[in-house]
């Protein structure tokens, strides 16, 4: 692991900014004061997706309580400045089929959002996708309860409590000895889409072992000075992604095609040029992948296909 005083990477979505005050949680008059104040902020989600305050602006449409909000089972974001902060699912539109027109996901604006907005929206998207995929016990199968402001489904049958599940992923930028980049494209990714190599964690396995086997299964490329860069929560829909920096050992080839669709080192003159000309398209500028390839690139990558 790297050095405890080495500088991190500036990461989107770990700017959280917002006390979570878990205290609160457990207190019923929690929610029911903060639906009450006028001065509550309510970030509203619908099939994962929020608004922007107005077409022109970088902010989020945050509101003030209405009377509907109680029914929707809010979740309890935290209090900044004394001021509480709530996310609700207003489900999907009224003919019940998915409506984007004017909706933005935390992949589309999480970079341009401020310290307090990116945070709040990085943790009701997470909170958002636990409470659609996880409304039974996974004990019983009942119907689950949700309790301590939306941080806790409790089973009625029971007794049972979950939480929501995070699942740590680690993520990688190769260099080898000649300074070049180790990139790949997935098999789901459209051509010319390139990105550094990822893979979650297993059982029982510690952060850099889960490096040097990813990189093994997917390349067939041996690692050491697996250097630790910084994390951030990436709640697509629950993970939290660990990035690191690897030196490879071995620069020869073997790509597991059921993972990668193809996989290449680059020089930066290589990468840059791709981009330029089209045939290659970066991952966006709210994930970490971005972060990495740009630290090992010295700066920005410009062109039509270095997505936002």
Do not use: K
Request: proline share 7%.
């Amino acid at each position: 692991m790297s050095p405890p005083d080495e500088t991190h990477l500036d990461l989107a979505l770990s700017r959280s900014v917002v006390p979570r005050s878990a205290h609160e949680r457990a207190d019923a008059a929690t929610l029911e004061q903060a639906l009450a104040d006028p001065g509550t902020r309510v970030l509203e989600l619908r099939e994962g997706r929020t608004r922007l305050r107005d077409a022109a602006s970088t902010g989020l449409a945050l509101r003030a309580p209405d009377a509907d909000d109680a029914g929707r089972t809010p979740w309890f974001l935290g209090r900044h400045g004394g001021t509480a902060y709530l996310a609700v699912d207003v489900g999907p539109s009224h003919d019940g089929e998915p409506d984007h027109d004017g909706w933005v996901s935390l992949r589309e604006v999480g970079a341009d959002l401020d310290d307090v907005e990116a945070g709040l929206l990085t943790t009701a998207t997470a909170l958002h996708g636990w409470h659609r995929t996880h409304r039974h016990c996974p004990r019983c199968g009942s119907a689950t309860d949700v309790v301590q402001a939306g941080w806790v489904r409790r089973c009625p049958r029971d007794g049972s409590e979950h939480y929501p599940r995070t699942d740590p992923a680690v993520i990688m930028a190769v260099v080898d000895d000649e300074d070049r980049l180790l990139l790949g494209t997935g098999q789901p990714w459209p051509e010319g889409r390139v990105s550094v190599l990822a893979g979650f964690v297993e059982a029982g396995e510690t952060l850099e072992a889960a490096v040097a086997r990813e990189v093994m299964e997917e390349v067939g490329v041996q690692v050491t000075d697996v250097r630790y860069r910084g994390n951030q929560p990436w709640p697509f829909p629950a993970s939290l992604m660990l990035g690191f920096r690897a030196r490879a050992v071995t620069t020869d080839l073997t790509v597991d095609r059921t993972e990668l669709r193809s996989a290449a080192w680059y020089t930066r003159e290589e990468l840059r040029a791709g981009v330029e000309d089209g045939s290659r398209t970066l991952p966006p500028r709210v994930s970490i992948a971005r972060v990495l390839v740009e630290e090992w690139f010295g700066g920005p990558i410009t062109g039509p296909r270095a997505v936002r």
